[in-house]
């Protein structure tokens, strides 16, 4: 796939810029006043590199005239894995029309339509791996799978209680009953868009990479306000936090091998040819070698939370379905997360071993009220890739929230200010909060989403 290919399928704006040598991955970038996105419609990509020369300038797919809730936002590449940047974003208003059957429509999604039935916002990161292409394709494709997703079930949303049918028409007395008995809100259709727009989207990326023949996957982030409700769903290790004067709340779990462990080891139990007999899905304190048979040690299967002793054979010493601890566990010895989009054709090194089936792209949802969270002036939601979080503990990046806010409420441009901060916090600077001045080497995106009047802004239909 080459640089023209993208540039003509993704990035209409111009040429890409020329790619600079690489810097030393310990370089730190200076933290320069940022001057982008501020509402006036800059490309956050070229801007944010003008004001960086150290840093390789990337044309960066955050789409739209201004940021949602004048929200900040702000990025860094490090890390050089690639000509493109494997960090991807996107975001901007969401506009909800009545589904009309047989209706194809192309029009952009950000231009507001005039048969609106509901607006919302939209905010997303998609963090790449093996290559930016399917961070680049769900940065494109995930807010158009998500909008049809909605049309789709917009009269149930907006009505007192949905119905069994969408219609309106009760074929059965006893639908209504059915419904509330099973305590299906307007909230749980938002939440059943998500799931199935993360699934279309990821069959596309599948599409899009097989006929392309590249290989590539990334974890994907989302933020959608909708109906005085905020929907944080993510399927990877991207995080998103919201915080306040006085709490720090996580808005989404990390999805890694370690944390799906007994799903990923019931998979290989129920169809151990996956493994095709060269892995062992039991778990060990650490790499078996031969010098442990017949020896008693700890061990888990999957139906275990819990550990226990089992006599080491010679198919214990077969490598680990889940290998390492912490940010170094890795899958097949191969991928550090276990959900997200795109891996189709991602295979075990040397091997015939395919590791989508133990991937899932569906995302776990968070939902917000924030009509009875009633959000204060600084209250704001985080909401960053990885390379952020391997430096900075929730409550690091909150201490520098309530530092930075509160001197600058006059700033029109304190959440963009905000966001490159945190960045700069992760490049193991003097002033940096990280331990031992520790630094990021990944891709670090993040954005920032002020809370404040927002639950009173219901989305008008």
Not at 139 to 154: G, I, K, M, P, Y
Not at 249 to 267: A, G
Not at 370 to 396: F, H, K, R
Request: net charge negative; with cysteine; hydrophobic share 35%.
């Amino acid at each position: 796939m080459s640089a023209d290919w993208f540039r003509r399928r993704f990035l209409p704006g111009g040429p890409l810029p020329a790619p600079r040598p690489p810097r030393p991955r310990a370089s730190p970038v200076p933290y320069r006043r940022p001057r982008f996105l501020r509402g006036s419609g800059s490309s956050p990509g070229t801007a944010d590199a003008s004001c960086r020369p150290n840093a390789r300038p990337v044309r960066s797919p955050v789409r739209g005239r201004a940021l949602p809730w004048n929200a900040g936002y702000a990025e860094i590449i490090n890390a050089e894995k690639s000509e493109f940047n494997e960090d991807q974003a996107a975001c901007g208003k969401l506009c909800i029309r009545r589904f009309e059957f047989g209706v194809e429509e192309d029009q952009e999604w950000l231009t507001l339509c005039p048969e609106e039935f509901l607006t919302g916002h939209y905010w997303a990161l998609f963090d790449g791996h093996g290559g930016p292409a399917a961070a680049i394709l769900a940065a494109n494709t995930l807010h158009s799978c998500l909008r049809r997703q909605l049309e789709a079930v917009v009269e149930g949303m907006v009505a007192t209680q949905p119905p069994m049918h969408l219609s309106g028409h009760c074929i059965r007395p006893s639908d209504p009953q059915f419904v509330e008995e099973k305590g299906i809100r307007a909230e749980d259709l938002v939440v059943g868009a998500l799931e199935s727009a993360f699934q279309e989207c990821d069959e596309v990326i599948g599409r899009e990479l097989e006929a392309s023949g590249q290989v590539g996957g990334c974890t994907a982030l989302v933020a959608v306000t909708l109906q005085g409700k905020l929907y944080v769903a993510n399927a990877g290790d991207s995080r998103a936090i919201l915080v306040r004067r006085d709490e720090v709340r996580p808005l989404s779990s990390e999805f890694t091998p370690e944390t799906e462990r007994q799903r990923i080891q019931q998979l290989a139990f129920l169809y151990p040819e996956l493994l095709a007999g060269e892995f062992t899905r039991l778990e060990f304190p650490r790499r078996l070698k031969g010098d442990d048979l017949g020896q008693k040690v700890l061990f888990r299967d999957h139906h275990m939370s819990g550990w226990s002793y089992k006599c080491v054979e010679q198919s214990d010493l077969k490598y680990p379905l889940i290998h390492g601890q912490g940010r170094q566990a890795r899958l097949l010895g191969t991928l550090a997360v276990s959900r997200g989009l795109g891996d189709h054709q991602l295979k075990v090194l040397d091997t015939n071993i395919q590791l989508k089936p133990f991937l899932l792209s569906v995302p776990q949802v968070t939902v917000l009220d924030m009509d009875q969270l009633e959000p204060q002036e600084e209250d704001i939601v985080v909401m960053a890739t990885d390379g952020l979080w391997d430096v900075l503990s929730n409550e690091q990046v909150a201490r520098l929230v309530r530092s930075f806010l509160p001197g600058n409420r006059e700033d029109p441009h304190r959440f963009s200010e905000l966001a490159q901060m945190l960045i700069h916090s992760t490049q193991g600077k003097d002033d940096s909060p990280t331990q031992e001045g520790q630094v990021s080497y990944d891709d670090v995106s993040v954005f920032v989403i002020p809370l404040h009047n927002q639950g009173q802004g219901r989305s008008s239909h």
